[in-house]
Nanobody, 125 residues
Framework: VQLQASGGGLVQPGGSLRLSCVAS????????VGWFRQAPGKEREALAY????????DYPDSAKGRFTISRDNAKNTVYLQMNSLKSEDTAVYYC???????????????????WGQGTQVTVSS
């Protein structure tokens, strides 16, 4: 299994960005994908989860509102739409995946089986 995250870059405060995570190697759609971020000197933070099988989602309370996760099964791709970006959103963003789990089940796990390489998001004027 491989995950390839992309879409990061430099964006001004108040702007939007959409990240992509392409998953390969899964035998079917029975897996979940999550988006996370980690800023320098800070702990990793979970942002959103989605079940590839039925599209159900789960968001930590801290991430509700400005982030939206979605999927395109035909492209094996999960997106993270980020709006109203702030300087504190600057971080490396990662996607992760777990087989045979729903979004809700994945959200309670501390460890995940597969990780992408991360994509840098910088919010600055």
């Amino acid at each position: 299994v491989q995950l390839q995250a992309s879409g990061g870059g430099l964006v001004q405060p108040g702007g939007s960005l959409r990240l992509s995570c392409v998953a390969s190697g899964f035998a079917d759609d029975d897996y979940a994908v999550g988006w996370f971020r980690q800023a320098p000197g800070k702990e990793r933070e979970a942002l959103a989860y989605i079940s590839m099988s039925d599209g159900s989602t789960d968001y930590p309370d801290s991430a509700k509102g400005r982030f939206t996760i979605s999927r395109d099964n035909a492209k094996n791709t999960v997106y993270l739409q980020m709006n109203s970006l702030k300087s504190e959103d600057t971080a490396v963003y990662y996607c992760a995946a777990d087989a045979d789990l729903s979004a809700q089940s994945m959200s309670v796990l501390l460890y995940h089986d597969y990780w992408g390489q991360g994509t840098q998001v910088t919010v600055s004027s």
